[in-house]
Nanobody, 125 residues
Framework: QVQLVESGGGLVQAGGSLRLSCAAS????????MGWFRQAPGKERECVSA????????YYADSVKGRFTISRDNAKNTVYLQMNSLKPEDTAVYYC??????????????????WGQGTQVTVSS
């Protein structure tokens, strides 16, 4: 079955950095748009970043643009989210998601078929 396993979350001070990883198995990773979402307590789950199948196209939410970088290694079936200059408002559970082949509607949860279990990111002020 399909598994997405996130790692790399933790507690960091404001201004610090974390690198999240998501290892995928059970699917043709190179055929999947990959996304990173986050959900803070009492808030909707939102897309923070997404990357196309080959990695040539990326999306960033305005709130993370210039601070976060998404990348993927199709040989390792892994997608990454490098998070720099972290802010307390970045505190959330971060989820990796695998979607379809096409680079459209990547901000929407509905294109993603598979989800990881989430990893907590906490940024202290």
């Amino acid at each position: 079955q399909v598994q997405l396993v996130e790692s790399g979350g933790g507690l960091v001070q404001a201004g610090g950095s974390l690198r999240l990883s998501c290892a995928a198995s059970g699917l043709t990773f190179s055929n999947s748009v990959m996304g990173w979402f986050r959900q803070a307590p009492g808030k909707e789950r939102e897309c923070v970043s997404a990357v196309s199948r080959g990695g040539s196209s990326t999306y960033y939410a305005d709130s993370v643009k210039g601070r976060f970088t998404i990348s993927r290694d199709n040989a390792k079936n892994t997608v990454y989210l490098q998070m720099n200059s972290l802010k307390p408002e970045d505190t959330a559970v971060y989820y990796c998601a695998a979607g379809g082949r096409y680079w459209r509607d990547y901000e929407s949860r509905r294109i993603y078929d598979y989800w990881g279990q989430g990893t907590q990111v906490t940024v202290s002020s």
